[in-house]
C-alpha cells in the first residue's frame, strides 16, 4: 500500500492529531535528541490563532498542542518557499503569547511557547538542519532573556541522508519519514518500527487515511493542484515573466521558482531544461537541496 506523502499539511494535521504517541515521538526527538527528556501532550489546541485587537491579521495555524508541563508548542509545516517566512513565524509566535491572557490576569500566567517550523527550503546559510532561536543579550550570547519563547526552523533539504541503514537517531527517522513516506516498501515500514518502536501507530494511521475514498480524493485534487502549478510556472518563465513571477510571491500569489525547479526534477525535467526555465546554476540547484 503506498503512502500519503507526509510533507501535505492536511495530511501531517491527520497523523499527529489522531496520534498522539507520534506527536510526542516527533516533539521529543527534536527538542531532546539525546533523549534526556520527553514530551508528553495533553490537549490539542485550537488551530485558529485569532489576535485580540480589532483589524488585525488572523492566522491558522497547522497544529497546535499543550504538553503536561504546561508548555505550548505550535507546529508549522511549510513546503513552498516564502521570502518572508521567518517573518510570518514571529507573528504567529507572538500572536501566541499574547493571546494567553484576558484583561486584568497576571502576566506569571503566560506559558512558555516553543514555535516549531518544519520546512522544505533553506532559511539559513549554516549547514546545520535544526537552528534554534532564544532572546539573548547582543553583545553576551549567554545572556538569556527568557526561554518562554523559543523558535525552531528545521530545514529538511539540509537532511541528505538517503538510505533506512544511515539513520543513526529519532529525528533521523522522523526526518526521513517526511521527506518519504509517499515511497517507502512494506520492508521499509518494518526496518523503521524495528528502528523507533514509536511509529507502531504512526504506519497504522496513515494506512488507514490511504484507503479512506474521501481522503484519497482531496489528496489527489491537491497533488493534480500541485502538478498544474509546476508546469504552469515553468511555461511563465519560458515566457519571460520571471520579473512579475518576484512581485507575485510577496504578494501571495505565486510559490518560490526554487519550489518550480524542485517539482520540475520530481516529474522527470532535464537539468538543461530546469536550468534554461529557472535560470538556475547545478550549484544553485543543489546548495537547495534540488539535486
Same mark, same amino acid.
Given at each position: 500500500?503506498?503512502?500519503?506523502?507526509? %510533507? =501535505?499539511?492536511?495530511?501531517?494535521?491527520? /497523523?499527529?492529531?489522531?496520534?498522539?504517541?507520534?506527536?510526542?515521538? /516527533?516533539?521529543?526527538?527534536?527538542?531532546?535528541?539525546?533523549?534526556?527528556?520527553? +514530551?508528553?501532550?495533553?490537549?490539542?489546541?485550537?488551530?485558529?490563532?485569532?489576535?485580540?485587537?480589532?483589524?488585525?491579521?488572523? &492566522?491558522?495555524? *497547522?497544529?497546535?498542542?499543550?504538553?503536561?508541563?504546561?508548555? =505550548?508548542?505550535?507546529?508549522?509545516?511549510?513546503?513552498?518557499?516564502?521570502? &518572508?517566512?521567518?517573518?510570518?513565524?514571529?507573528?504567529?509566535?507572538?500572536?501566541?503569547?499574547?493571546?494567553?491572557?484576558?484583561? !486584568?490576569? &497576571?502576566?506569571?500566567? +503566560? &506559558?512558555?511557547?516553543?514555535?516549531?517550523?518544519?520546512?522544505?527550503?533553506?532559511?539559513?546559510?549554516?549547514?546545520?538542519?535544526? #537552528?534554534?532561536?532564544? /532572546?539573548?543579550?547582543?553583545?553576551?550570547?549567554?545572556?538569556?532573556?527568557?526561554? *518562554?519563547?523559543?523558535? =525552531?526552523?528545521?530545514?529538511?533539504?539540509?537532511?541528505?541522508?538517503?538510505?533506512?541503514?544511515?539513520?543513526?537517531?529519532?529525528?533521523?527517522?522522523?526526518?526521513?519519514?517526511?521527506?518519504?513516506?509517499?515511497?517507502?516498501?512494506?520492508?521499509?515500514?518494518?526496518?523503521?518500527?524495528?528502528?523507533?518502536?514509536?511509529?507502531?501507530?504512526?504506519?497504522?494511521?496513515?494506512?488507514?487515511?490511504?484507503?479512506?475514498?474521501?481522503?484519497?480524493?482531496? %489528496? $489527489?485534487?491537491?497533488?493534480?493542484?500541485?502538478?498544474?502549478?509546476?508546469? $504552469?510556472?515553468?511555461?511563465?518563465?519560458?515566457? !519571460?515573466?520571471?520579473?512579475?513571477?518576484?512581485?507575485?510571491?510577496?504578494?501571495?500569489?505565486?510559490?518560490?521558482?526554487?519550489?518550480?525547479?524542485?517539482?520540475?526534477?520530481?516529474?522527470?525535467?532535464?537539468?538543461? $531544461?530546469?536550468?534554461?526555465?529557472?535560470?538556475?546554476?547545478? *550549484?544553485? %540547484?543543489?546548495? #537547495? !537541496? +534540488?539535486?
Amino acid at each position: 500500500m503506498r503512502l500519503p506523502p507526509l %510533507l =501535505i499539511d492536511f495530511v501531517f494535521k491527520f /497523523l499527529f492529531t489522531t496520534d498522539r504517541n507520534s506527536l510526542n515521538s /516527533l516533539l521529543s526527538h527534536i527538542l531532546y535528541p539525546d533523549r534526556s527528556n520527553t +514530551i508528553e501532550v495533553i490537549e490539542i489546541l485550537s488551530s485558529e490563532n485569532s489576535p485580540s485587537f480589532q483589524d488585525a491579521k488572523n &492566522s491558522f495555524l *497547522d497544529l497546535k498542542a499543550k504538553d503536561k508541563e504546561g508548555f =505550548i508548542y505550535q507546529i508549522e509545516l511549510q513546503v513552498a518557499e516564502q521570502a &518572508s517566512y521567518t517573518k510570518r513565524s514571529l507573528y504567529y509566535a507572538s500572536t501566541l503569547i499574547h493571546n494567553q491572557l484576558k484583561a !486584568g490576569e &497576571s502576566y506569571f500566567k +503566560i &506559558s512558555p511557547v516553543i514555535q516549531i517550523n518544519i520546512l522544505d527550503f533553506p532559511v539559513f546559510p549554516n549547514q546545520s538542519i535544526v #537552528n534554534w532561536f532564544l /532572546l539573548k543579550e547582543k553583545t553576551n550570547p549567554t545572556l538569556v532573556l527568557t526561554e *518562554d519563547l523559543q523558535m =525552531i526552523y528545521v530545514e529538511l533539504p539540509k537532511f541528505h541522508k538517503d538510505s533506512i541503514e544511515e539513520l543513526e537517531s529519532g529525528m533521523d527517522i522522523w526526518l526521513f519519514l517526511l521527506k518519504n513516506s509517499q515511497t517507502l516498501t512494506e520492508e521499509d515500514t518494518l526496518k523503521l518500527k524495528q528502528k523507533l518502536p514509536d511509529l507502531q501507530n504512526a504506519f497504522g494511521v496513515l494506512e488507514l487515511y490511504a484507503t479512506d475514498p474521501e481522503k484519497q480524493r482531496q %489528496l $489527489e485534487e491537491r497533488l493534480r493542484s500541485d502538478e498544474n502549478f509546476a508546469y $504552469e510556472m515553468a511555461a511563465k518563465y519560458e515566457l !519571460g515573466l520571471a520579473r512579475g513571477l518576484e512581485q507575485g510571491i510577496e504578494q501571495g500569489e505565486y510559490k518560490n521558482k526554487f519550489e518550480t525547479a524542485r517539482k520540475m526534477r520530481e516529474k522527470g525535467f532535464t537539468l538543461d $531544461e530546469i536550468q534554461d526555465i529557472t535560470g538556475f546554476t547545478p *550549484d544553485d %540547484l543543489k546548495k #537547495n !537541496g +534540488i539535486l
